[in-house]
């Protein structure tokens, strides 16, 4: 078992050799605008593009909580969109928090599947834990359960 790595940077510039993953949680309404995506969108367009462009189609097809697309912006990085949000919640809204830890799991269960096939590492902020209002303490165990136990390197960086 790896354990997880915590390092002070910037999630949109991994560290280290080989192929690397950055991990991200997505809403599932298909708005994109706002935390860890806007720096996404800074240095690639394609992550964005693409999930806008499924959220565009008709409703039977649209991404579930739990899913994951898989966005590869250069030759060693690959961005990974995790639907892992339920809806939004609106600035000093008292709502339920949006994240969705199932569906953060299950997304990090083909993150799994995926980094083992392409030998790679993952990379991210602490996922789930910003506008999504989700608690480190309970997103730690599950990448720990499907990444780091699986022998997949994990990165976390905080800005």
């Known amino acids: 078992m790896m354990n997880i790595q915590y390092v002070k940077g910037d999630a949109t510039t991994p560290q280290g050799d080989g192929h690397k993953i950055i991990v991200h949680v997505c809403n599932d309404l298909g708005k994109w605008g706002k935390g860890f995506v806007l720096a996404i969108s800074k240095h690639w367009k394609e992550p964005e593009a693409t999930y806008r462009a499924a959220y565009a189609v008709d409703v039977s097809s649209l991404p579930k909580l739990g ?53 790679s590492t993952a990379h991210m902020p602490r996922i789930g834990c910003g506008l999504a209002g989700g608690k480190w303490e309970k997103i730690e165990p599950l990448i720990e359960a499907q990444l780091t136990t699986a022998g997949i390197g994990v990165v976390v960086y905080d800005f």
């Open 67 to 119: 899913d994951v697309q898989f966005v590869e912006v250069e030759g060693d990085i690959t961005v990974a969109n995790i639907i892992g949000q339920h809806g939004i919640r609106r600035k000093n809204s008292k709502s339920e928090s949006p994240v969705r830890y199932l569906a953060i799991q299950r997304g990090l269960e083909i993150i799994a599947k995926y980094a083992i096939e392409n030998n």
